[in-house]
């Protein structure tokens, strides 16, 4: 299964957000990001080290699909990568 990962190209990607408000507002900002990638059906995930952010996407990019009037499955983990975790959400059609 073939994915493309989204995160890497801003600074807050490797951020962890102090309010509710940020996560949001982060994690909802990141739709252009996405919106390409689900009209044309094809595997987009992010990865972070604030779980937070995960949470909010798992939310949102099914209300995103919805919008879209698509079908999606959301996947999530966490990961270790040099005694640092980092979660990941991605989406599977």
Not at 3 to 28: A, C, L, M, P
Request: hydrophobic letters at 40%.
């Amino acid at each position: 299964m073939k994915i493309h990962w989204i995160n890497g190209q801003y600074s807050e990607d490797n951020r962890i957000f102090d309010t509710k408000n940020e996560v949001y507002e982060w994690s909802n900002s990141l739709y252009g990001d996405f919106l390409g990638y689900l009209v044309s059906k094809v595997n987009v995930g992010y990865t972070t080290p604030d779980e937070k952010v995960i949470n909010s996407l798992e939310k949102l990019i099914p209300k995103w699909a919805n919008y879209l009037n698509i079908m999606v499955v959301v996947q999530k983990d966490k990961i270790n990568v040099n005694n640092k975790y980092l979660y990941r959400i991605w989406t599977l059609f």
